[in-house]
């Protein structure tokens, strides 16, 4: 079976409840999903029909009692149904926005433009420019160094409310 995860997005910034949405291309096809990040998972099962290209989708509540201590989680969907010891298998690493910011609910985006920082950003969403590491941490495929940011990048600024 052939896998494709369309959502979510390498990287996308997820909540509690991850929305799991893709193509597969098999027999039969039955599908696991995984949430992990190497200290705990979660898991529940979607099918992508049989015999040509069929849509799957799935939604995975991580319950609140997961015992998640990194920020960044792995999607990982295995076509179970393809048997042998090394089933097709896809995944995607995403951000878990409850780890980032206690209480996420959704994050904005933000344009960067001249002249801005991280931590100016951090006064302006959030009323305090030492928060500034959260939004680093929200976009840590971008920035590496919180003192470099760049005119035109799109940055996620998690929300709590």
Do not use: C
């Not at 048997?83 to 910011?101: D, E, K």
């Not at 919180?146 to 799109?154: D, K």
């Amino acid at each position: 079976m052939n896998i494709e995860i369309l959502q979510p997005k390498a990287f996308d910034l997820v909540g509690s409840r991850i929305l799991i949405a893709g193509n597969a291309v098999g027999f039969e096809g039955h599908l696991t999903i995984r949430i992990s990040e190497g200290h705990d998972e979660v898991t529940a099962a979607a099918t992508a029909g049989s015999l040509s290209i069929r849509q799957f989708q799935a939604a995975v509540d991580i319950p609140p009692d997961a015992a998640f201590t990194l920020s960044r989680l792995f999607v990982t969907v295995t076509d179970d149904s393809a048997g042998g010891p090394n089933p097709p298998t896809v995944t995607v690493p995403v951000l878990y926005g409850p780890m980032i910011l206690p209480g996420y609910v959704g994050y904005w985006e933000h344009t960067v433009v001249g002249g801005e920082t991280l931590s100016a950003l951090a006064n302006r969403y959030y009323e305090d420019s030492s928060k500034y590491p959260v939004i680093q941490a929200a976009n840590q495929q971008l920035i590496a160094d919180p003192n470099l940011i760049f005119p035109g990048q799109l940055l996620r600024i998690p929300r709590d409310f």
